[in-house]
Nanobody, 120 residues
Framework: QVQLVESGGGLVQTGDSLRLACAAS????????MGWFRQAPGKEREFVAT??????YYADSVKGRFTISRDNAGNTVFLQMNSLKPEDTAVYYC???????????????WGQGTQVTVSS
């Protein structure tokens, strides 16, 4: 059974940093795109970042502040979030897919999400 489990969310202040982690199990994800999405209250879920092999891609809203990485086995993905802003407040979801699209409907496997709240 495939599982993606996120951790690392919390309540921080503007300008602080957080590091999210997502541990995937149930199959090998080495060749999958693994990524992060987020959903703020009253808004649609949006793409944040993705990583496969040595390639990364970011949403413009987080470029330069967030860094996505993976462990050598490829089954754990991290999101280092620096210079956090109140508009980064959202539930952050880990996802995995064999192909990359920014739209969330393309992604096959999802975690349950972890809350990130940035106070001003």
């Amino acid at each position: 059974q495939v599982q993606l489990v996120e951790s690392g969310g919390g309540l921080v202040q503007t300008g602080d940093s957080l590091r999210l982690a997502c541990a995937a199990s149930g199959r090998t994800f080495r060749d999958y795109f693994m990524g992060w999405f987020r959903q703020a209250p009253g808004k649609e879920r949006e793409f944040v970042a993705t990583h496969r092999w040595s390639t990364t891609y970011y949403a413009d809203s987080v470029k330069g502040r967030f860094t996505i990485s993976r462990d050598n086995a490829g089954n754990t993905v991290f999101l280092q979030m620096n210079s956090l802003k109140p508009e980064d407040t959202a539930v952050y979801y880990c996802a995995a897919s064999q192909s990359f699209r920014e739209g969330d409907t393309n992604w096959k496997y999802w975690g349950q999400g972890t809350q990130v709240t940035v106070s001003s």
